[in-house]
């Protein structure tokens, strides 16, 4: 049975990752493109390729095969240093990412309106990339790179290394395509980054609650009846009255929440509840870890 299930979590994962590289390529070719948004990324180095070469090749060298022969010694070199292992799933995401490319055609669905470009481009964009992150992997490019360069220089991080270069081929655009479309691609870096955060963050958000009351045994009690959630109870000493109290804690859904207070509200009305947001929840009831 377990290996049935870590064969269903596999092909999951797979199909998270084509859709996602779909989605990410479709921003490209159908959004950033056509209006020569540069927001970083191998991709946005292409966007700058296909627009230089523009005037020796007759639409200027493909996103695809630019993307791909970016990555490639990319690849090749992270093989040497990290190993077979490290590659793993980025390199289908980026061979991936590179068919897309090639398969969908570029086509302005925007028509050329900016601000309609940033968002949906940007929303598409980070749903991609949210979908490719949660299949444990990634579409190669500047964060391949910064691993590789921050496997020589410690002292940074690999997102410093990342936002450095991702920086310098924004400036790239600017140069290329001027101020007007390197601010909008800022814009539409953010919207992205927003949304692939809450792609991730949102499917396993929970809410956590600190409960300090007198009641705490039948308020306990009461949460993992009727609720069925567990509950931890801390030892504390209030400073003020230096009285030992039992504060206790449980995590529960968003939805559980409201009638978590309005229990405890009814069990002891002095009570003093603190919520906070619970970014990822692993164990029974929650999620489950797949290290897969």
């Known amino acids: 049975m377990q290996t049935f299930w870590y064969r269903q979590s596999k092909i999951w994962d797979w199909f998270l990752l084509v859709i996602g590289t779909g989605l990410v390529a479709v921003s490209i070719q159908c959004v950033y493109d056509p209006i020569r948004l540069v927001t ?33 010694p990319i690849f090749l070199i992270a093989y040497k240093v990290k190993g077979k292992r490290f590659i793993g799933r980025t390199l289908v995401g980026t061979f991936l990412l590179s068919a897309w490319l090639y398969v969908i055609p570029s086509v302005d ?65 600017l140069y290329v395509f001027g101020v007007h479309a390197a601010l909008y691609a800022i814009v539409a870096i953010f919207v992205t980054s927003k949304v692939s955060d809450t792609l991730l963050e949102g499917l396993k958000f929970s809410k956590a609650a600190y409960i300090i009351t ?74 489950e870890y797949n290290g897969s």
């Open 214 to 287: 007198d009641e705490y045994e039948l308020v306990a009690k009461k949460i993992m009846e009727e609720f069925e959630r567990g509950v931890t109870g801390l030892h504390a000493r209030g400073m003020y009255s230096g009285h030992e109290k039992c504060v206790l804690y449980c995590v529960v859904s968003p939805k559980e929440i409201v009638r978590v207070k309005e229990m405890v509200a009814q069990t002891d009305p002095g009570a003093f509840v603190i919520v906070s947001d619970a970014r990822e929840v692993l164990g029974e009831g929650f999620g």
């Open 109 to 173: 669905v925007m028509g050329g309106d900016y601000i309609l470009a940033v968002l949906f481009g940007g929303v598409t964009d980070g749903v991609g990339m949210g979908l490719v992150l949660l299949a444990k992997a990634t579409t190669g490019g500047t964060d391949m790179v910064a691993t590789l360069i921050q496997h020589h220089v410690r002292h940074y991080s690999i997102v410093q290394i990342m936002q450095v270069l991702d920086g310098l081929i924004v400036l790239g655009g």
């Open 40 to 72: 970083g990324g191998f991709t946005g180095l292409s966007i700058i390729v296909k627009e230089i070469t523009g005037s020796v090749i007759p639409g200027g060298i493909p996103l695809w095969l630019t993307n791909l022969a970016l990555n490639i």
